[in-house]
């Protein structure tokens, strides 16, 4: 699992433009998991497919 953080230094965004595309891929129903205070996590599967 990787954190919003983590996810956005990956790929050199910052993380409210991840979080931007993350609504996006949401509106479509891609579903992301959440953690227990409800912030993103993504799987290495989801961040390899981008």
Known sequence: MMTPSEVSKKFNISTS???KYSLR???EGVLFKG????????T???VAAS
Do not use: M
């Open 25 to 27: 891929f949401e509106s």
């Open 35 to 42: 953690n227990k205070s409800n912030s993103r996590i993504y």
């Open 17 to 19: 433009t991840l979080r």
């Open 44 to 46: 290495v599967r989801e």
